[in-house]
């Protein structure tokens, strides 16, 4: 097979990337677990692997017999078709297998992979293969964000990982804020949705018209700063700003800020992965639900952009693919005021749209097509990418997606105006 030594390549950087992000916690943090649509460490390392054993090497590898057979069970996440699951909210209390002996079941599928990969592949082995490798990358950003949560209930305000003094200075110190801009769109019939020129994941097609009436998009996120000023203006005291069901959210939880916004000694602090620091004002506002979004959008007396209207701004755009080392969005250093700024790795951009399938969309036969496309009802669209993304998932196609309640993903806001 003409790909198989760069499948092969791109299958061993990504499972040995999910290991070397564990490397700092210790032992007893694989299992932390804050909340239930949060889950361990140790339950990412063991599902991805189960990926693996459950949609290739069962099905292609003769006399293969897995290390427990129960782990099917433990770690599979939401197929019904595959069989029972383990319940989410009791990932936390998976006491066993140990760590340990979750890396062990982790080598002996990456042994029956490897001898998969050595062999011919046929088209629907490699497209499993390439959708395995990137289901990981996605629970790798998951690592970050469920590891973020479960360390935030914590006073001690534990730091995943340490930064050099003068990479701090620039990511918590205020600069000059860049001033926002927007850029006009004339509109029309455009075309939305992946091209299939490399992989993408089936809910990013098929590609297809889609009419846009003219509109204007923020050369940049929402800054801090700017948020401040919603919430002193008392953006959430004032229910015109709200939709229905934001509003009954926001008086049940008793939200006043997004979260990991913190008081310490009077000044405003929030909690990165890179512990507790002060709140730089120039820095994408992050960890905002979808109507924390929205009503800051009507505050401005504007809204959210359409996932087509993202897509159209993003497509004429340069994909930034550096992974950056910083684990919390940065403040814009530079801009150019002709161009749309941010669109990735900084933070997931809430839309208006809701998630539910392109025309002519179809889900894979089987149990891998439940992956995507059972979940497409009362969700949100969002596009772009975070700080924690993996570089090759940032490209304009990619449609993630959440319920508007949730915040703990690195999730911001970009604005848009109807011209």
């Known amino acids: 097979m003409k790909n198989k030594p ?85 990932r936390g209390l998976i006491t066993r297998p140990t760590v340990t002996e979750v890396l062990e079941y982790r080598a002996h599928v990456d ?13 629907e082995q490699e497209y499993l293969i390439r959708l395995g490798i990137a289901h990981e990358q996605q629970h790798q950003e998951l690592f970050f964000t469920d590891l973020k949560y479960s360390l935030s209930f914590n006073p001690l305000f534990p730091t995943y990982q340490e930064l050099p003094q003068k990479l701090q200075q620039q990511l918590f110190s205020k600069h000059t804020a860049q001033p926002l801009t927007w850029t006009s769109f004339d509109g029309g019939i455009t075309e939305i949705g992946a091209a299939n020129e490399s992989f993408n994941f089936d809910n990013e097609g098929p590609r297809h018209k889609q009419w846009l009436e003219p509109f204007s998009l923020a050369n940049r996120l929402v800054t801090n700063g700017e948020y401040m000023e919603f919430i002193a203006d008392g953006g959430y005291r004032r229910p015109e700003l709200w939709l ?3 509003w009954a959210l926001i008086q049940k939880e008793q939200w006043q800020k997004p979260l990991y916004w913190n008081d310490v000694d009077n000044v405003l602090h929030h909690y990165t992965l890179h512990g507790n620091q002060p709140i730089n004002p120039d820095a994408p506002v992050c960890h905002l639900s979808g109507y924390e979004a929205d009503a800051f959008a ?30 919390t969005p940065k403040p814009l250093q530079e801009n150019n005021s002709a161009t749309i700024t941010q669109l990735y790795q900084e933070c997931w951009q809430w839309t208006s749209s809701s998630y539910s399938p392109y025309p002519g969309y179809q889900a894979a036969q089987g149990a891998v097509g439940e992956y995507n ?15 924690v993304t993996s570089e090759n998932h940032a490209r304009a196609s990619y449609r993630n997606f959440f319920y508007p309640p949730d915040r703990w993903q690195f999730t911001g806001v970009r604005l848009a105006k109807s011209q």
Request: aromatic share 12%; glycine share 4%.
């Open 244 to 246: 229905s069901d934001g």
């Open 111 to 123: 042994e029956h992979m490897l001898e998969l990969l050595s062999n011919e592949l046929t088209a």
């Open 298 to 327: 009507s505050w401005c007396g504007a809204r959210l952009p359409t996932e087509a209207e993202w897509e159209n701004a993003a497509q004429s755009e340069s994909v930034i693919t550096e992974k950056s080392p910083v684990l």
């Open 6 to 90: 760069s499948l092969l390549l791109d299958f061993q950087r990504c499972r040995k990337y999910s290991v070397n992000i564990c490397e700092p916690l210790a032992i007893e943090d694989y299992s932390l677990q804050a909340e239930v649509f949060t889950s361990p460490t140790k339950w990412h390392i063991a599902h991805t692997s189960w990926f693996f054993e459950t949609f290739l090497i069962k099905p292609n590898v003769k006399n293969y017999k897995s290390p427990n057979e129960q782990y099917s069970v433990l770690f599979n996440s939401y197929y019904n078709a595959v069989g029972p699951q383990f319940p989410r909210n009791r």
């Open 373 to 387: 496309g059972k979940f497409m009802a009362n969700q949100l669209v969002l596009r772009g990418s975070s700080c």
